[in-house]
């Protein structure tokens, strides 16, 4: 049975075993089936839905003919037709002005991009397209053999562990910009970057996917490992819990409660999640990147860093955007309270990851690094410095990204990056 691809619906010639289907085309392609179908069956009822009626058929007669037949039992339940609403008659409306843009809150049309209120996330989104790769662009070999060849025990350790936070992380990212954030503000400026970040957020997860088949790891292990592991647990755990307040479809942005739980969640997520933890998170494989070894995925990961400092730098001016509009001031001690647990999650993450140091890199860097780097979000935040005095322990962490600029891309232009190909820096 070949489907003809120009034409989905047109059912196929059937095959020469006779079989001719007993229902119509309308029957098959029932919207919803009011049944029970279990997760085995799953596939079987997506394919019918979606089948011409003998495709359908022949799934049915040699997979799972029972699950196949109870859907389209079921066609009769379903209402056959809704009637559109009738149209309203045309009437010409105000010009939209960008002062009618908001943040969230806003009565502009957020299906009209221009004029901007917020060009400057234009400009990041066009900026945001000037990094693009994908993780096939990047030749991988060399870390193969490193990983199975010259890495030692300690080192094979943490380079599967960050692999192991990563990869959920960055679909905890994904899920909270497309499914939390995203549809709460009212300027499409802002969602369209937020669209890009969506996509890129994939893109990461796909890299780290990447890394994982071409080095060869056990992928059931290292996805399941933050569930068994309780320093990773701990600070998935705690991102949940703070972005879960912005998650809420109940939430209301004009009651002053539920706006600070709002501005509180972006922040963590801006400031922490992507700021500190995702910035930082990189260094251990950047150290063994500097010493030439898992080069390949280094690179990836400075692909990826260009990306997480972007979405830090958006984020930090969204959330400041919002406080300037809204009136909003963050209670101190809420504030206080975040960067306490965060310090407490990472410290525990990277005793975990550094039981012993590696040669270039241990604990204590990477604790230290997360106060300096934090008190640098701080003050982009236009907070206080939650750790006075922190020392920059990785001084070779913005370089070997290049983001010595990084405070730059805050109120400027980007204009180091390129797209595609080999990276390069300066
Ligand atoms: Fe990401
Ligand atoms: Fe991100």
């Keep these: 049975m070949t489907l003809n691809w120009d034409n989905p619906l047109a059912a196929p010639v059937p095959r020469t075993n006779g079989y001719q289907p007993t229902f119509s085309l309308d029957e098959v392609f029932v919207e ?17 839905a979606i089948k011409s009626p003998a495709e359908s058929a022949t799934f049915a007669t040699t997979v799972t003919e029972a699950a196949s037949h109870r859907a389209v039992e079921a066609a009769p339940t379903v209402s056959p037709t809704r009637q559109p609403s009738a149209p309203e008659p045309f009437k010409p409306q105000q010009p939209i002005s960008s002062a009618d843009k908001r943040v969230i809150n806003g009565s502009g049309d957020i299906n009209q991009l221009a004029p901007f209120k917020y060009p400057w996330a234009w400009e990041f989104f066009l900026n945001a397209n000037k990094n693009h790769w994908t993780p096939l662009d990047i030749n991988m070999a060399q870390d193969v053999h490193d990983y199975h060849h010259n890495l030692s025990p300690a080192e094979r350790h943490v380079y599967e562990n960050v692999l192991a936070y990563l990869t959920t992380s960055d679909i905890l990212a994904m899920r909270n910009i497309g499914l939390a954030v995203m549809e709460k503000m009212t300027a499409p400026e802002l969602q369209i970057y937020q669209a890009r970040q969506v996509y890129e957020e994939a893109l990461h997860t796909w890299t780290y996917q990447h890394c994982i088949e071409t080095i060869g790891l056990d992928q059931v292990e290292i996805y399941n490992r933050y569930r068994v592991v309780p320093e990773i647990n701990a600070k998935i755990q ?18 002053r409660d539920d706006l600070h739980s709002f501005v509180m969640s972006y922040t963590f997520f801006a400031g922490i999640f992507e700021g500190c933890w995702f910035y930082n998170g990189f260094s251990p494989i950047f150290a063994l990147q500097r010493r030439g070894m898992m080069k390949g995925t280094g690179e990836q990961f400075q692909y990826i860093m260009r990306d997480e400092v972007l979405h830090a730098s958006f984020g930090i001016r969204v959330v400041r955007q919002i406080m300037q509009e809204e009136n909003v001031t963050l209670d101190p001690q809420a504030v206080r309270d975040m960067w306490d647990e965060a310090e407490a999650a990472e410290i525990n993450y990277s005793k975990y990851i550094l039981p012993t140091p590696i040669l270039g890199y241990s604990q204590q860097d990477h604790h230290e690094q997360f106060r300096f780097i934090a008190n640098r979000r701080a003050r982009q935040l236009g907070m206080a410095e939650p750790f006075p005095g922190a020392q920059n322990a990785l001084p070779w962490l913005d370089e070997q990204s290049n983001m010595r600029k990084e405070k730059n891309f805050f109120e400027t232009r980007v204009t180091e990056y390129q797209t595609g190909g080999a990276l390069k820096w300066d």
């Design 238 to 255: 705690l991102a949940n819990r703070r972005l879960n307040d912005a998650l809420r479809h109940d939430i209301d942005l004009k009651n």
């Design 32 to 48: 919803e089936p009011t049944v029970e179908v279990d997760e085995s069956e799953l596939s079987a009822k997506t394919q019918v």
